[in-house]
């Protein structure tokens, strides 16, 4: 069975920064807005719990810095922490070890899930274990999910095409702190050149359709 470009597909969804530091209006430090941030949570509360049903494995990926010093080192983030309408101008206190904002949203994480915590740049994969974790698994196409469509999003899943995953980008189950304008404008340039993007019910439903075929995620049964 082919499915997304892979023979024998076995999933895994990786869900970037769906944390308090994104999504909770009451800490965040680049929040997004309430309606984003409230209808991008619920998406991937229902989406998760529809793929833990057919035993779909989840990898929350969320951002923790040590300290400021971990931040400052990237040239573009230090300009834009000096911009006072940038949407990104608190990022030198983003998201800082022990703060409520690397907490993932209540209903998101459940036992059975795990949790790559090391992530301190767009890239997921980049200082990170997120590639043995899905190597261990045995994934070959990924599920993603997250905020924001136009940054972590977009880098995370060019980095894992290059490495030869098959990439789905859950449409309604990805959003942005920033414009309408540019989440529409990185799923253009997702789906023409790095991922397949579709919505959370087409992939439920393929893979409803996997295991009615006899495949449970990845193996004949």
């Known amino acids: 069975m082919q499915a997304f470009g892979?023979?024998?597909?076995?999933?895994?969804?990786?869900?970037?920064?769906?944390?308090?530091?994104?999504?909770?209006?009451?800490?965040?430090?680049?929040?997004?807005?309430?309606?984003?941030?409230?209808?991008?949570?619920?998406?991937?509360?229902?989406?998760?719990?529809?793929?833990?049903?057919?035993?779909?494995?989840?990898?929350?990926?969320?951002?923790?810095?040590?300290?400021?010093?971990?931040?400052?080192?990237?040239?573009?983030?230090?300009?834009?922490?000096?911009?006072?309408?940038?949407?990104?101008?608190?990022?030198?206190?983003?998201?800082?070890?022990g703060s409520p904002g690397t907490t993932i949203m209540p209903g998101l994480l459940k036992v059975g899930d795990s949790v790559v915590d090391t992530k301190k740049r767009y890239d997921c994969f980049v200082g990170t274990d997120l590639d043995f974790r899905l190597k261990a698994l045995g994934i070959n196409t990924i599920f993603m999910t997250g905020i924001n469509t136009n940054s972590c999003v977009l880098a995370t899943a060019i980095a894992a095409n290059v490495r030869d995953y098959s990439v789905v980008v859950i449409e309604d189950c990805v959003d942005t702190m920033d414009s309408r304008d540019h989440h529409d404008a990185a799923l253009m340039c997702l789906r023409t050149a790095f991922a397949v993007t579709i919505s959370a019910k087409e992939a439920v439903g393929a893979l409803r359709q996997w295991q009615q075929a006899g495949y449970q995620n990845g193996d004949a049964a």
């Open 6 to 97: 892979v023979d024998d597909p076995k999933v895994a969804v990786v869900a970037i920064d769906c944390h308090r530091g994104h999504l909770d209006p009451l800490v965040a430090t680049m929040p997004a807005s309430p309606e984003v941030a409230e209808r991008l949570t619920e998406a991937n509360r229902q989406f998760f719990e529809s793929c833990r049903a057919l035993s779909i494995p989840i990898i929350h990926l969320v951002t923790r810095y040590r300290d400021e010093a971990e931040i400052r080192i990237n040239p573009f983030w230090r300009m834009r922490a000096d911009d006072p309408n940038a949407t990104r101008k608190n990022v030198m206190r983003h998201n800082l070890y």
